[in-house]
Structure formats: C-alpha cells, structure tokens
C-alpha cells in the first residue's frame, strides 16, 4: 500500500481525545463479547474444532504449493483463470489488465482486505476506472475518503449520527433519515442501479478449496454475489494462505467464522463460485479470474511464525484487545488492526515503519483465548520485538535500556542489588503521599499513570526491606 504508516503514539492520542470514537467503540465493546457468547453456547466443542482448524491449516500451509497447482488445474478445468501474483505491485497490475480487457468503466467491489493491502481502487482509478464499493461499512468509508478501521466491520468508528451526516452530503437526500433502518435503506437504494452499469466486479475470498476449484465468499449482506453475478467479469483478489483441501474442511471453518466475527451461527450468505457462467446457465460471469497474491507471506513459511498465516480474519481477536478497543483501527497506521495487524504488518509492509504495532500489547492474552485457529499471538509479539531489538530498531536509549534490564533481570545478585538501591529511592521519590507520579528516564511511559510506591516486602523471605 503506497500509504504512509502513521504515527502510532501521536494517532493514540488523538484516538483516545476523540469523544465520538470512544463511544462507538464503547458502544462495540460491551455488545460484542455478549453476542460471541451467545453463538458459542451452540458450539460447546469449541476448543476441540479450533484444534481441528489449526491442524487443517498447519497442513495446508505446509502443502502450499501442490494446493495452489491442485485449485488452480479445478478453476481452469471450469473455463476461468487463475494468476499467481508475487507483489502487491504485480497483483494490481494483473487486475487493471484484467478490467481493461473487459473495457470496464465501472467497477462494483465487495469487501477485500487484500485488496485495502494493493491499494487497489487507487490503482484502478488512475486507469480512468470508476470503483464502488458495495459493502455498507467500506460504502460508508469511502464516502468518508477513509480507511477501514476493522477487518469486519470497516465503518466501526463512525457513530450513526456521522453516518447520516454523510449520507445527507452524498446523497442530497431531502428526507431526514436517521434510524439505523432508514440509512441501511437509503445505501440500499443508491448502490442498487449501480450493480446493473457495472461492466466488473470485484470481491474477495475467504477460503479457496483445492479438491473441487471453488472460491468461498462469506457475507452478510449478499452485495458480494450482486457484484459477482451481474457484471460480465468477476474478478476474486485473495491471499495465498486462503487455500485449505477439501470441502469437508471448509465445514469446519465455517462453524467458527461467524461465531468468531458477530456473533452470529451462520453468516446470511455463504457463496460458493468455481468459475464462469456455464453453457445453458443464464445468469453469472462469462469471465472469471483468481488473483492469487502473496505480498510478502511466503517469507513466513517454514519459520517459527508460520502460524500467523492460519488466520481467518474473523477480527475476534481485536474485539476483545483492550490496546484496540481505546486506540481503534486508525491508530496502527495500516492495513490491518488490532493483535493480528500487530504482528502481520510487520512483515508485510516493514519492521521498521511498523514498530509501534508489535509494542501495542498489554500481553493480557485475550486475543490467544478467542482466535479460532489458535494463533499464539503474543508470543509472536515477542518475537518481533526480540528481531527489533536485534535489528536495532528502537533508539540507543531504549536498546540501552533494555539491554540493562536484561542483564539484572537475569543475574539474581545484580538483581538483589538493584532492588535494594531502587526500592528506597522509588519509596523517597513518592513521597509522604506515596504516590509516583513521575519517574527519571521514563517520564514518556509514566503520562496518565500513577502508581503507588513499592511496599519494600520480599515474596522469597517476606522480609521488609
Ligand atoms: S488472529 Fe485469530 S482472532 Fe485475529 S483475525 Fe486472525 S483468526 Fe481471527
């Protein structure tokens, strides 16, 4: 993506100032763990099928290559196309080429984080394309001229009132229309007509099966299959690790998706195409092509961090990421947020630009607990903190630091030493109140903390200092 990555100190600041921001995400924090729970009650085996999801997809990830070749021979035995792009920069120019052969002018999209990751619309607009997107939330922020701040649910920081705001500058709207049905209405009717001028389409995939050819999209809203079925061409731009072997082991994702993403048993449509329209079917594309990207994901294979490339992007673990849930989406600068985007932008677009993502934790665990395939995110988190550190990424005064931390944490003399010095200057700097307000060398770290002083106790000998 040609974006560069923000500033995440100074976007969590404003992130954590912003009065509207903070009550859409208040709003989220407090319905989502109740409606997960809700959906997980009919899934008592949950610990059982995510084991199951991750051992599928250990396995396909390591048999990468013979299931890409197997998917692909399916899809061209259909009569469509796949295309195996390495980078970002070949994958978007694969799909422009792909639409101008189409002679498309206009171009209807479903939601596709890949395609947020190719910067993809920018790219089919400088050819002089027309690019709408039809999901509500990603509709909603490309009216807004912004990023989606969720995997999920792309709009999640918009407030309904901003929405109508939008809605009545866009639309020219004269009724007021302010409930979440009639807005919900009001998008319907607009993106409609614009489904039958479109001469593309464009949607992502959640899994791609390799015994059968078939791409998996799942959706909410059924504006993936009005963007497939309509225009001449549909196009599914997805990612390598999509790829999974059978159909039997789709069933096993789909019971964990939705439960993991909204809460929901089932999404309301999951689709399954595996190539163009055939001979006597009236309805569908007469052109079907599978932009295959991998943008850097190979590089985790065979490595420790390979799980990474299990993930499903249901977005549970950052529902439930306390870093996430006060900063937002925004704040991580990139493509994806939250304890996944944590550690997969790092590899994607940089460690070095995307230093602040793997710092972003509290290591409280909660993203491990509810991922559906098991993903051990935190200690990937560290990981990449450990290469940072070995890179030499963070400053002389922070590798200084945590160089110096190293060595007494793991000398118990040095240790018994600093403590013994330390907690009697921590107990004087706090004062009467005993209270720590401040403290030399990390006055950055203490902004918005207080802390009380050490009571000086030792848990070994219980012997007061
Ligand atoms: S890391 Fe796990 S919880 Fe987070 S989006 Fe991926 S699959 Fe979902």
């Known amino acids: ?88 920069a070949d994958a978007r120019k694969t799909v422009v080429e792909i639409c101008r052969q189409a002679e498309a002018k206009k171009i209807t999209k479903s939601k596709s984080m890949v395609t947020e990751e190719l910067a993809l619309n920018d790219a089919l607009e400088a050819a002089g394309m027309e690019v709408l997107e039809t999901d509500l939330g990603e509709y909603i922020i490309q009216l807004a001229g912004e990023r989606p701040s969720h995997i999920v649910g792309p709009a999640l920081h918009k407030t309904k009132e901003e929405v109508a705001q939008l809605f009545k500058a866009h639309h020219k709207t004269r009724r007021k229309r302010e409930t979440g049905e009639q807005l919900v209405r009001e998008a319907r009717e607009v993106l409609r007509e614009k489904y039958f001028a479109s001469e593309v389409g464009i949607t992502g995939a959640n899994f791609l ?27 599914v731009v997805t990612s390598m690790e999509k790829v999974i072997p059978t159909l039997d082991d789709l069933s096993v994702f789909l019971r964990l998706l939705a439960r993991s993403a909204s809460g929901q048993e089932m999404t309301s449509y999951t689709t399954l195409v595996s190539g163009p329209r055939g001979p006597g079917e ?28 299990r993930c499903i992007k249901c977005g549970a673990c950052m529902n439930v990421c306390p870093v996430y849930m006060s900063v937002g989406g925004h704040t991580y600068g990139w493509v994806y947020p939250g304890p996944i985007g944590a550690v997969l932008n790092p590899v994607l677009n940089g460690f070095g630009t995307m230093y602040h993502n793997y710092q972003a934790s509290t290591f409280c665990g909660a993203c491990e607990e509810v991922c559906p395939v098991k993903i051990p995110l935190t200690k990937i988190m560290r990981d990449w903190r450990t290469r940072a550190f070995q890179e030499r ?73």
């Not at 099966?209 to 809203?221: K, L, M, S």
């Not at 770290?445 to 219980?462: C, I, S, Y």
Request: hydrophobic fraction near 40%; glycine fraction near 10%; aromatic fraction near 6%.
């Open 209 to 235: 099966i390799a015994e059968t050819g078939t791409a998996v999209i799942v959706t909410n809203e059924g504006n993936a299959d009005l963007c497939r079925i309509l225009p001449n061409t549909h196009i």
């Open 1 to 88: 993506m040609s974006e560069t990555p923000l500033d995440f100190e100074k976007g969590a600041h404003e992130a954590l100032g912003s009065a509207t921001l903070q009550q859409a995400l208040g709003k989220f924090q407090t319905g989502y763990p109740l409606l997960r729970a809700r959906a997980m009650q009919s899934l008592p085996d949950f610990e059982k099928v995510r084991t199951k999801a991750a051992r599928i997809k250990d396995f396909s990830l390591k048999n990468l290559d013979k299931l890409t070749d197997q998917y692909r021979e399916k899809v061209e035995a259909n009569g469509g196309t796949v295309h195996i792009c390495e980078t970002a």
């Open 393 to 465: 990424i963070p400053g002389l005064g922070a590798r200084l630091a945590l160089w110096l931390w190293a060595a007494i944490a793991a000398n118990p003399f040095l240790y018994n030493l600093a403590a013994g010095a330390g907690i009697p200057i921590l107990r004087a700097l706090a004062g009467k109140k005993g209270v720590l307000k401040s403290l030399p060398l990390a006055k950055g770290w203490m902004k918005g903390r207080v802390l009380d002083a050490p009571e000086g106790g030792r848990f070994v000998r219980g012997r007061k200092r």
């Open 282 to 309: 009236s309805e569908g594309p007469s052109s079907f092509h599978v932009v295959i990207v991998d943008g850097g994901r190979s590089k985790l294979l065979g490595t420790d961090q390979q799980a990474l490339l």
